[in-house]
């Protein structure tokens, strides 16, 4: 089983910044990728920014310039530092990891992906 456990949204105003957090435990072999999605009312779900293993990472263009993503691999953690937000930043933010469970499962390149409960942020004045 693994878990995936955030923190860190809540109500902010237009302009201001907050920062999530998302730590994974349990039976983890390797992690690939770490990446926040976002869900907003009446809308699919998007990839907001990722993380890969490499060290490289993406983001959405509606957020380039405004959120930062990192990790930190010996914590297995993933943080989103969201400056600047905006009213349409309002969404529930999911944290997402793609991993390995076991050895045996990385030696068949067996990626299994594994979801957080999710975070609202709210961006209102």
């Known amino acids: 089983q693994v878990q995936l456990v955030e923190s860190g949204g809540g109500l902010v105003q237009p302009g201001g910044s907050l920062r999530l957090s998302c730590a994974a435990s349990?039976?983890?072999?390797?992690?690939?990728?770490m990446g926040w999605y976002r869900q907003a009312p009446g809308k699919q779900r998007e990839l907001v920014a990722a993380?890969?293993?490499?060290?490289?990472?993406n983001y959405v263009d509606s957020v380039k310039g405004r959120f930062t993503i990192s990790r930190d691999n010996a914590k297995k953690t993933v943080y989103l530092q969201m400056n600047s937000l905006k009213p349409e930043d309002t969404a529930v933010y999911y944290c997402?990891?793609?991993?390995?469970?076991?050895?045996?499962?990385?030696?068949?390149?067996?990626?299994?992906?594994?979801w957080g409960q999710g975070t609202q942020v709210t961006v209102s004045s």
């Open positions: 349990g039976s983890i072999f390797s992690i690939n990728v």
């Open positions: 997402n990891a793609r991993l390995f469970t076991s050895r045996s499962s990385w030696v068949r390149n067996d990626l299994t992906d594994y």
């Open positions: 993380d890969t293993s490499g060290g490289s990472t």
